[in-house]
């Protein structure tokens, strides 16, 4: 049976330049998509954009343009970024693409064929920016304005003909779904979150308009579009064919095995998401896993506060695996997390320079001199050589699970020790020391160190790829042999080829602090 994993981003709504929420989102699925590989997945990664609704229709006025011309403007720098934070995927959908418009309409005729949707009027608050409902307890009144609660968006009263979906129909067995799924959301203290509002009931949901056009017509009524949400959504299956369900990639990768998204969209994708697919009787998705903010010394980012930190000049200043390798190691993914320039410098000299790339340059800049820049090939290792091996070895498996179950985090910290240790080792065993008294036992500490080495990289490969593939070339090991079944697999090295030149991995960074 093949082994096959579907990981998707959330949409993004291109309505200005991407951002550090953009960028944390697809880095986390990026990571979760190029681990799935090493384990020798068959994987699909998705991002893309959403492209319709009030927000964009009046933004492109704004900028008199015709909203699609504006959308593909504003989509080709979402493209972009997914080079830019060198991502993996496989596919970037569109919500103006046919197979998308094709998607929407079935998902539409099955909620009508099932009875879940009826026209009726429609009278409440609504905010453009966040293309969302919100109840009269959800509203506050701040300088005059009324705004979300949750967002801190401004809203609107809005009161015109609708088609409502019955969500209140959906409570109990979205209930009894999340209690018999207790991983379907994630991390805990989302699911809760989620449970405890559908707990109070749920109301049913606007799921058209007749006050803009920039969107999917509802079949059959032309003058309602479909609300942004029911047709973003989709973008899941879109993606897969469907409504084909016979077409092989439907086959192979749905259910999703999970959504990566914000925790300010989780009510989009952990109550209406499934509700809708219920209705429509279609397969859920297996995860939806909500990740915290990413805050600014603390604080929100914004413009007015001056604490925006662009992660496109981030990169350009200091790299995109260093980007990368600190925000996965400075944030608990599910939990809010700060981040600083001082942090990030820290981390790149402390990590990655001084660690990482520091054990790589010593190890094989000695091979380079005393060994005929080859890896040398031995025989036997000692009890110290083997403790240091067998503890990353025996803890792989554990490795894995940190990583299927999202505990990022930790899996980093772990991998990290194991550098940390392999520099110890090297220092204690001094190979300078006892190449000329007993050599053998220098190529044994070598041979040891670039085995941890190359073990490291291949963990680390789907968090910092461009660093890890460059050791892992400089050390000769095939494309192949770059899988986590490989680990400490002792016959991966060529040892009749020399080591290939390896650049400094990381340049330290001036500090201020």
């Known amino acids: ?67 699609k011309i504006f959308c593909d403007e504003l989509s080709e720098k979402f493209k972009d970024l997914t080079k830019i934070l060198n991502l993996s995927n496989d596919d970037f959908i569109r919500t103006t693409e046919q197979r998308h418009y094709k998607s929407v309409e079935e998902i539409w005729n099955r909620l009508v064929k099932s009875g879940d949707i009826y026209l009726d009027k429609y009278s409440g608050w609504y905010s453009v920016s966040d293309e969302a409902y919100y109840d009269k307890d959800e509203i506050e009144e701040v300088d005059g304005k009324k705004i979300s609660t949750i967002s801190g ?20 067995k979205l209930l009894k779904y999340y209690k018999d799924n207790k991983d379907f959301i994630l991390p805990p203290s989302r699911r809760n979150e989620v449970i405890n509002f559908v707990e109070k009931g749920l109301k049913d949901l606007s799921v058209s308009r007749t006050s803009f056009s920039w969107g999917i017509p509802v079949p059959k009524n032309k003058k309602h579009v479909i609300y942004v949400w029911l047709d973003a959504l989709t973008n899941y299956i879109s993606a897969l064919n469907f409504p084909d369900t016979n077409d092989k990639n439907y086959k192979k990768f749905w259910p999703a095995n999970v959504h990566i998204i914000g925790k300010d ?45 662009d992660p496109i000049e981030i990169i350009k200043n200091y790299g995109i695996d260093q980007l990368r390798y600190y925000l996965v190691k400075e944030v608990s993914l599910g939990n809010d997390g700060s981040i600083s320039m001082g942090n990030l410098k820290n981390c790149i000299n402390n990590d990655l320079a001084n660690n990482y790339g520091n054990l790589c340059q010593r190890v094989f800049s000695f091979i380079k001199k005393n060994c005929s820049n080859k890896i040398p090939q031995v025989k036997n290792l000692s009890d110290s050589d083997n403790k240091l091996l067998d503890q990353l070895k025996n803890n792989t498996s554990n490795l894995v699970k940190m990583m299927n179950n999202q505990d990022l985090n930790e899996f980093i910290k772990t991998v990290v020790s194991y550098s940390f240790d392999a520099n110890k080792y090297f220092n204690d065993s001094e190979p300078w020391s006892v190449k000329k008294k007993d050599p053998e036992r220098m190529k044994t500490i070598l041979f040891t160190t670039c085995e941890q080495i190359k073990n490291i990289s291949i963990l680390l490969n789907s968090i910092i790829p461009i660093a890890t593939g460059k050791v892992l070339e400089t050390m000769n090991i095939k494309k192949e042999n770059r899988s986590i079944n490989q680990i400490n697999n002792l016959e991966c090295f060529d040892h009749n080829k020399e080591l290939k030149e390896l650049d400094i991995l990381f340049n330290k960074v001036e500090n201020d602090n």
């Open 153 to 172: 968006s401004p809203v609107d009263w809005v009161e015109e003909e609708s088609y409502f979906f019955r969500l209140s129909a959906w409570s109990e």
């Open 1 to 67: 049976m093949d082994k096959n994993f579907y990981i998707t981003t959330p949409i993004y709504y291109p309505s200005g330049k991407p951002h550090m929420g953009h960028a944390y989102s697809s880095i986390i699925a990026d990571i979760f998509a190029r681990f799935k590989r090493l384990e020798g997945y068959n994987v699909l990664f998705l991002t893309g954009t959403d492209e319709h609704g009030l927000k964009i229709q009046r933004e492109a006025e704004k900028n008199k343009k015709d909203p």
């Open 265 to 309: 969209i989780l009510r989009f994708h952990a109550i209406y998401w499934p509700a809708f697919l219920l209705a429509a009787k279609l397969p859920l998705p297996k995860r939806v896993f909500g990740h915290g903010w990413i805050l600014s010394d603390d604080k929100k980012m914004s413009k007015s506060l001056g604490n925006i930190l």
